[in-house]
C-alpha cells in the first residue's frame, strides 16, 4: 500500500485532500456533522453589544472557514444542518437561543448562503493566496450582512439605518480580525500541504 500523497488536482478545497477513496460517504458525512457542530461550538463565544439585539459570535468565522474548507455542496450541508437542528429547538444560535424568530436568525440564513459562495470561490482557488483569501472572506461577510441586516430591520421594526447602526458597523473591526485570521491560516495550509506533496 502505497502512503505517498497525490497531487493536488484543480479546483480541490482542502476536504478534498482527506484520503477517502472507499468511504467517501462517510468522510463526507462526517464533515457536514463536524461543521454543524463547529458552527454550533463558535456561536457560544458570544460578546454582547451594547445598543444591539446581534452579539458578536465566533460563528460567522466559523460558518466562512467552513465553507472554504469543505467546498459549496459540503459548506451548504453543514451551515442547513446547523440552520435546521438551531429551528427544531437546539440551543446553539449565538447565546444558546434556538428558533427561526430571533433577531439574529438572519445572519444564520446569510451564513448559509455565504458558506456555499465561499465554498465556490475556493475551489477556484480563492482560498490559495493571502490576497485571494481576504477577497473571499470579505465576500462570504457582504452577503452574511446583506441578508442579516435587512432581516434584523425587519424583525425588530428598525428602520435600515438603525440597523446598519446595530448590526454592521459594530462588527466591522472583528470581521477584519477574522479574515487577517483566515488570510494567515488558509494559504499557510495550501503551502504545508504542496510541501508534502
Do not use: N
Request: proline letters at 5%.
Amino acid at each position: 500500500m502505497s502512503t505517498a500523497a497525490a497531487p493536488i488536482r484543480s479546483g480541490a478545497v482542502l476536504a478534498d485532500l482527506l484520503p477517502a477513496a472507499r468511504h467517501r460517504y462517510a468522510v463526507d458525512t462526517a464533515l457536514v456533522l463536524g461543521g454543524a457542530a463547529l458552527t454550533g461550538i463558535a456561536a457560544q463565544i458570544a460578546v454582547p453589544v451594547p445598543g444591539s439585539p446581534v452579539p458578536v459570535t465566533g460563528q460567522t468565522f466559523a460558518a466562512l472557514l467552513i465553507g472554504t474548507a469543505l467546498g459549496a455542496r459540503r459548506g451548504f450541508l453543514s451551515l442547513a444542518l446547523y440552520a435546521l437542528i438551531g429551528m427544531a429547538g437546539m440551543p446553539w444560535f449565538a447565546e444558546g437561543t434556538s428558533g427561526a424568530g430571533g433577531a439574529s436568525f438572519g445572519y444564520v440564513l446569510g451564513m448559509l448562503l455565504a458558506a456555499t459562495v465561499v465554498g465556490g470561490l475556493a475551489r477556484r482557488g480563492g482560498d490559495r493566496s493571502v490576497l485571494r483569501t481576504a477577497g473571499t472572506m470579505v465576500a462570504g461577510s457582504v452577503i452574511i450582512y446583506a441578508v442579516g441586516v435587512p432581516y434584523l430591520a425587519l424583525s425588530t421594526g428598525m428602520s435600515m439605518s438603525a440597523a446598519v447602526a446595530a448590526g454592521l458597523t459594530p462588527f466591522l473591526i472583528g470581521d477584519a480580525l477574522k479574515a487577517a485570521l483566515a488570510m494567515g491560516a488558509l494559504p499557510a495550509s495550501w503551502k504545508l500541504i504542496g510541501r508534502r506533496g
